[in-house]
């Protein structure tokens, strides 16, 4: 169709870990396609309009990117939770003046955009409704079910036995990124300790500390 829009727009999101910007990474490969990774963070300046400047300055260059490219590439804003947030309606301070421009900048570059724009957020319950408008595809990252943790388990320990795969898996409720970064720490303690066979009450152990909410913390300074 003629009137169809050559671009298009999606939000992937959901909890940490379950696997959003490794999606778009795959995307990517599977496709052929270049990556402009827009980090938010070094978008917003402390002096009044640059920020304005700098996203639209990404905007330009994703623009010829795409204009010099056989295929379009990916405008992926990673952890745009920043950005994505409702606008401010009678905004008076600088700050909040200037959120509410780069939102606007990036509203109006998106209704426009030829290629492919993806933002990832593990954030939604804020979602401004004229970003939720605009993205045409709105794809929402489950936590792994029991099945595919210990597949996941098994992927990145591949000594792990299927019965202690089913085991972690069936006891700890975690994500793909939470899984990873055990099975590194385990790598690493095991090359201190000279280890190699598996452990698994090891790994049950690192799995507990896994998350801050389960650590009783040592305090640092003095106690009043």
Known sequence: DAKMRTG?????????????????YQIARATGRDILRVDVDKIKSCWVGESEQNIKRFFDIYRKACKQSKVAPILLFNEAD???GVRMEGATRAVDKMENSIQNIILQEMESLEGIMIATTNITANLD?????????????????????????QL????LTLSDANTLASKFDMSGGEIENISRKYAVNAILSGEDSI?????????KNERIANKTCAQIGFRL
């Open 8 to 24: 298009f727009c999606c939000l992937f999101y959901g909890a940490p870990g379950t696997g959003k910007t490794e999606t778009v």
């Open 82 to 84: 920043a950005i994505l």
């Open 129 to 153: 409704k004229a970003f939720e408008r605009r993205f045409l595809y709105k794809i929402k990252f489950n936590r792994p079910t029991i099945e595919c943790r210990a597949q996941i388990w």
């Open 156 to 159: 990145l320990m591949p000594a």
């Open 199 to 207: 452990d698994i009450q090891s790994i049950i152990e690192i799995c």
